[in-house]
């Protein structure tokens, strides 16, 4: 279900709401005819790709995407491991972000890198190539793989995007994966600057709506459009998380 840009749309089911409420929203998603369902890893909530697994079996057509994997919590042939085996199981149906992680949490749980570009560049290369099935060997500053290859690749790789809002995060996303994901605090001014730094990569842009006004979301999405995004990814307050508002309010844009 797109409005009448023809972009896709899709919603959040924020982990501020208990795993245990994430079936009834797949359901209602589902039901719904909403495209896409995204979900988040934040520290210290709900795991990213296992809440994954799960929307991914109790629905038929839903995308499902992940975003971000925090990449300084994983090395990347366990990350290329389990995403390779989601998307051998459910063909064409998981979108998978990479990014920094929060800094303050990375530190709390004693991950922190002292550059994260650079770990984000080398795990993003690393991932991609052991999805695209190549044995790959490096010996980087943060990633040392020797000679991994996956034994089930999938045999099409899932859409990897990068997540960030910095110019050089933005750009490596552009250099390395299939897009960017932009997190809510971009304004159309952040999405236009995105899309230039990409060039014809995806551009999705999580956009916070309170639920309790819903009046602006037709016009909040065209503008985020108009400004470069391909798809505009709605998520409720995390005072108000539960999606399913702003799911009927998808169901009714033209």
Known sequence: ???????????????QSPPEELRAVV????????????????????GGLTTAAAALAWSERLVV?????????????????EIATLARMFPGRLVVTLGHGVQD???QVGARAESPLTLLREHTAAVRSLLAGETVSVAGRYVRLDAVALDWPPAVPPRLLVGGRGPRTVALAGELADGVLLDSAADTAAVRDARALVGDAQVAVYAEVDPADLSRLPDRVEALAAAGADTVILQATDTAPDPRPLIDALRSLP
């Open 1 to 15: 279900m797109s409005p009448s840009t023809g972009i896709s749309t899709g919603i959040v089911f924020r982990p």
């Open 27 to 46: 359901a209602h998603a589902e039901d719904a005819g909403v495209e896409q369902l995204w979900l988040w890893e934040d520290c210290f909530l709900e």
């Open 65 to 81: 995407g992940v975003g971000l994997l925090p990449v300084p919590l994983r090395n990347p042939a366990l990350a290329a491991m």
């Open 105 to 107: 949490w990375m530190a």
